[in-house]
């Protein structure tokens, strides 16, 4: 997987090591800061402390107050100075503690960083990258688990990207750093530490285990805009993104459906071009996220793909999907679209 | 940590209700303290308590601590997710608790258990809650320690920092608007207060000047930041309320006496028409930020024995001695809650934890959501295997 | 129409006036305070001024200064006071000056007003109405042109409504305030004064030349959740709402195609039934709106739609919508999807 | 419409560029005037300006004036939609403009106009974004009076309030950051400060004390409310920067010679590596807020006669009358800029206009929203029918 998955960026040279997914960000702040001086990491604990999960963690060490440091507790300050600092030459790489408090910085990523280099006709533009955890599944109730990615998608300016495996973070970040646009960059934190199948009494299995884990210790790039098959099928297209890449491999696996699983790594610009490859050969469609379904991402999936290939559907596309309501604490793993509720969807999408 | 400017107990004037807040700015700078470190009260903030409220308020400390500890110990075990402390701030919660009247409305974070318990919430209610259980008042909505309690005026807490200021202050001006003799008091942390929503709140209490005391609870830390990350170049958070023309106290908050007094200056200040209150409680938070941190990282481990403001429990013990309240009879006040928080706490145990017994179904999550639930959640709910 | 709007909501009694939308909404506004003096209304300018777009004038006259007034520009501060005012017994109507620039208050609206309920399992509930202007045509450039309904649809626990004539303005607000659940309500700004069909060129039609423009002068509801059918027909459902209903009725009008076009006026929830109803009978189906195509709400309609009609769709589900770019000012009239984009799109849809 | 505490010129002190915060409260809360009414400079902030300097300012300020009734007269004609203009508060601009170096930059609002030209910014090049015509820097993109010039070191205005003041602190914090000796200085209505973006901005400045100058433009009115309404219950907007331990200065903002010293002092001071000030500008709007708004509705016709800190042109031109410089000669100054004015104008028109001539085309709608145009961009392009 790790060498298709860099398709397209750029090649992966020297030793891997294996890395989680939080080594894995780490590492990529740590080439791009050794590669490239104006590159500044910032947030809330993301000094000394390195980060709520460490993500940051030794960058201040090493590389001194000046480029890593801790903010005070103002989403917007932190997405509006990284706006001023990108504005005055630097490469602002910003971190939100959890997405679900994204919100108070919002306008100034849709109002400010999305519009900066239209509304001044690119005499001004605002490359930054705004790293933020998001997804269920740790018990964080309403206030720790959302995922809105729908909330940047709908906004054009943005570029939104979500890795699955700590070599696609790795590369997709200083992909998202190099970028020159701004950049939303969520993070699954359900596969910080493992590749999380949604079978969540059983142990989670480290990524040291895993071959996505295999990380180079340089630099290198996932492209922007490339999604990537997880697992190769004929019988049926899901496409997914983030933590639901292994819940959606491990549904495959215990339908033993054919199932071709794209990974689809950035969400905008979306890598329609896959998306229609594999539609057009599998005939069926199931659309996977954990965010809530009304408008969520998978509404944009859904109707892509029957506008693309409304000619080769045999069945409705499908979508599993959050429910419409907040995130609960206690009833977390019955409101998490694990496994079952994947599974339902691909007998679904597999009736007609 | 900072403390600046430590002025002795007895020290700060008491300038009337109706004062105009351009005249004390400086107390925004210096520090109202009532008891002293051998437990003796000076000046003119000394409140007119009895000692039996004094020992209510005690015990509220006691139970808070040995609730939190309790708790703590339940997240340990792997009964909950998660947990969060007070420790060492438990006065600024049970002492205001003590003063706000009963339809007054404390807006608060996640750091004021001491206020529901002062007024007079069931621990076992709260434990339902951090356990997530059936008998859960939030019904599994919201983490551990995120509780609510309109009937003893206590406003459902919010996992986003600081959203409750503002609407604290919008509380108000409801109060103010329908003329009842009502206030606000809204809770935020230091750290907090660099949210965009310590400005609205502040912006508009100082324009509709409504009745809303705004606490901040200055404990000295945000995760692992010092409070001087939010601070900045001011000498203290009271400092804020000046530049919004609004009267800021800075207030010892772990000095029963100093915050009873304080907060009923400010509440007779709004009851009488005066509009709203900062004042920042200084204090020092003795645990961890909450269960999923470890503060050894960043600070050092003896901290708290160096604060110069003490231990609130401490420190009131000391005082009640003076009133003729023995040691022994503190100790055994502590004594009977504890064992009282054990057996509530096996109680909650039984009901049910985050993996054992039971919890509320998922029916709720449905159904909360809207007054009437719309069709599309019905079909989901239906999807989910429900009904 | 209007007796069919009505349908499902409380009757209109009492003799009917002819008022533009603005006016409407000024007489929801008057009826309810006067009816209920918890009601209160709140905004930049809202007070004495009545607004910038005067939909609040005479209020303060009428009811004064502590149920209709002026804030500071703090759109965080207005639905934060709202919701705070709401919980301590009153029925706040706000208004944001333009929907583009709610984004200081989307904080407060999706992570207090809308989970309010819900974190507190009913103990507290949040009954606002937040009212703002959308939607472009008005040289009003990329900050006073904004249609961000699909990032309110995206959020449980929201109602979202949308009404294109002045009728159904005033039934839906009366609706929204006696809601015990927070309502955005965006009213169309290129229709306040007259139902605009998308030709720039021609003088306004005034409300006062179409019927939906006679409203009853007391309380009446067109309830939340019931679209209307702005125009029967047979061969395609054209799904829409605010100003591009009226654009659509001039590119059926225009394409000679028997189109029937759904008003929708409530976005969340959805009358689906009302929409599979018709795409089961005309078999195509026209999703057209003014917001950003990528993650709009259309793509949630076209999503619902191929999930519950898929058997009866004849060709693919086209979406006409404002393009994936920030609204600009010069060239307004080439960004506004105007009717000839939209008979574009129903030569598409009824191509096969 | 209130100015509080109308300090004589030449009353406020100068306090060293090195001066702590706190010893220079009262600077907030006075206003800090050169000229007097008869035009003469009194007291420690004269600043040490040539004539020629002051002429251009005088210069600069007709320019803004007779730029701004053109365009207003423009959107009359239906050339354009829309018309801000700045007059009475020209000086602010007009003066800050020749105050800042080459490489800083300036976050300006829509009613800085005055800057840019101060920066040397060609009307016609102002006219033509106005027009929104072929030839517009911006291509289109906004309305009328968004101008953008990053070579003259003038920040893209948004039509968003407030957004650009923590943006330029920002953009401080990189200039500290990277060394350079630059300094950025921010603009803020004073019905813009209740922003939350307001509170951001001067929290990252207290914090980081980078070399930043956030000004707060006070004309009295946001749109129809007057300053009160935001600034409630304090006495000044100075006064916020006192809540965060930053200098504060509250200046007569039709007085170009304490606009320039108040300024350069913050400058200096910002170099000198000791941070942020804030200053208050206290101007007076005298023309509608835009060409939608009608001020009859909500405030007195004369107001602006009778504001007590004049018009800043007249006062400027008193001034160099006693320098020698005549009326005759700043009429003639006056005359030879309208009819350059009058001259760009038809330039710019016979470029285009809103509705006649060439605009920018469609193509820059979707040229302009990545560096490189994506996919779905290219394919909605071809639906556009271009390509
Ligand atoms: C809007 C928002 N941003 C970030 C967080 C994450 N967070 C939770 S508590 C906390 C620190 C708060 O510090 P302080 O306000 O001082 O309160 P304390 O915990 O010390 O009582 C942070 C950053 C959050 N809950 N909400
Ligand atoms: C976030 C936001 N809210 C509301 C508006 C609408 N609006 C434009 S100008 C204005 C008044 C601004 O007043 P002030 O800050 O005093 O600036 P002035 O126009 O007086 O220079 C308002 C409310 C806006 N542009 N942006
Ligand atoms: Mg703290
Ligand atoms: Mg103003």
Not at chain 1, 19 to 40: F, K, L, P, Q
Request: with cysteine; hydrophobic share 40%; aromatic share 8%.
């Amino acid at each position: 997987m790790s060498a298709e998955t860099a398709a397209g960026g750029t090649p992966a040279p020297g030793t891997t090591v294996s890395m989680t997914m939080i080594e894995a960000i780490r590492s990529a702040h740590h080439v791009m800061m050794e590669r490239d001086e104006r590159v500044v990491a910032f947030g809330e604990d993301a000094g000394a402390f390195g980060g709520v999960f460490r993500c940051t963690e030794g960058l201040q060490e090493r590389f001194g107050e000046a480029r890593c440091f801790d903010t005070p507790i103002s989403e917007l300050g932190i997405v509006a100075t990284a706006i001023g600092m990108a504005v005055n030459g630097l490469r602002p790489v910003a971190e939100i503690q959890f997405a679900d408090y994204v919100y108070p910085g919002y306008d100034q990523i849709v109002s400010e960083a999305a519009r900066m280099r239209f509304r001044s006709a690119g005499d001004f533009t605002s490359p930054i990258v705004v790293r933020m955890p998001v997804g269920g599944g740790i018990y964080g109730g309403n206030t720790h688990s959302q995922s809105p990615e729908a909330l940047f998608t709908h906004v054009a300016g943005l570029i939104t990207m979500i890795p699955s495996n700590p070599y696609d973070a790795k590369g997709m970040l200083i992909s998202a750093i190099e970028c020159n646009d701004p950049v939303i960059f969520l993070e699954p934190k359900r596969v910080y530490n493992g590749p999380f199948d949604g079978d969540h009494d059983k142990p989670l299995v480290p990524w040291s285990k895993d071959p996505r884990g295999d990380v180079p210790e340089g630099h290198y790039t996932v492209p922007i805009g490339k999604a990537a098959v997880a697992r190769p099928g004929n019988d049926v297209t899901i496409l997914t993104y983030g933590t639901m890449v292994h819940v959606a491999m491990n549904a495959a696996e215990q339908a033993q459906v054919d199932a071709e699983i794209l990974d689809l790594r950035t969400l905008l610009p979306l890598d329609l071009e896959a998306i229609v490859a594999s539609v057009e050969k599998t005939g069926r469609c199931l659309v996977v996220h954990e965010a809530t379904r009304t408008s969520g991402f998978g509404a944009e999936l859904s109707a892509q793909v029957q506008e693309e290939c409304f000619y080769s559907l045999e069945a409705p596309i499908v979508r599993v999907a959050g429910w419409d309501t907040p995130y609960p604490y206690s009833q977390e793993w019955e409101y998490f679209p694990g496994p079952n509720r994947v599974l339902a969807g691909l007998r679904r999408v597999m009736e007609d | 940590m900072t403390v600046a400017d430590l002025q002795p107990a007895g020290d700060a004037y008491r300038p009337p209700t109706d004062v105009a807040a351009r005249d004390i700015m400086d107390l925004a700078f210096g520090l109202i303290r009532v008891l002293d470190d051998e437990g003796m009260a000076h000046g003119p903030w000394i409140p007119n308590l009895s000692r039996d409220t004094l020992v209510e308020i005690l015990g509220t400390m006691f139970t808070t601590r040995a609730y939190d500890a309790r708790m703590m110990k339940a997240q340990r075990q792997g009964k909950t997710s998660f947990s969060m402390r007070s420790r060492g701030e438990e006065a600024i919660g049970a002492t205001t608790a003590k003063v706000m009247g009963p339809d007054d409305m404390c807006f608060p974070t996640y750091r004021q258990a001491s206020y529901l318990i002062g007024r007079g919430q069931d621990p076992l209610v709260m434990m339902n809650q951090v356990y997530g259980n059936a008998a859960d008042l939030n019904r599994g909505t919201q983490i551990s320690g995120m509780y609510t309690a309109a009937d003893l005026g206590f406003f459902s807490i919010s996992g986003n920092l600081a959203t409750q200021m503002p609407q604290a202050v919008g509380w108000a001006m409801a109060a103010k608007a329908k003329g009842e003799p009502t206030a606000a008091l809204g809770f935020v942390g230091d750290g907090s207060t660099a949210e965009g929503d310590m400005h609205a709140a502040l912006t508009f209490a100082s324009t509709y000047r409504p009745p809303v005391i705004l606490a901040i609870v200055n404990n000295q830390y945000a995760i692992s930041t010092d409070e001087e990350v939010a601070r900045g170049s001011a000498q203290t958070f009271a400092q804020r309320g000046i530049g919004y023309g609004l009267p800021s106290l800075r207030v010892d908050g772990n000095d029963v006496l100093a915050i009873h007094s304080a907060t009923s200056w400010a509440r007779d200040r709004a009851l009488d028409g005066h509009g709203p209150t900062v004042i920042e409680f200084v204090t020092y938070r003795a645990s961890a930020h909450s269960s999923s941190d470890d503060p050894t990282r960043y600070r050092p481990e003896d901290e708290f024995d160096e604060f110069p403001l003490g231990d609130p429990i401490k420190r009131l013990r000391l005082h009640l001695q003076h009133l003729g309240y023995t040691n022994d009879q503190a100790n055994e006040l502590d004594t009977t809650i504890r064992v009282m928080i054990e057996a509530k706490n096996d109680e909650a145990e039984a009901i049910g934890t985050i993996n054992t017994g039971e919890r509320p179904p998922l029916s709720k999550t449905f159904e909360l959501v809207y007054e009437t639930m719309p069709a599309h959640l019905v079909r989901q709910q239906k999807q989910a295997g429900l009904q």
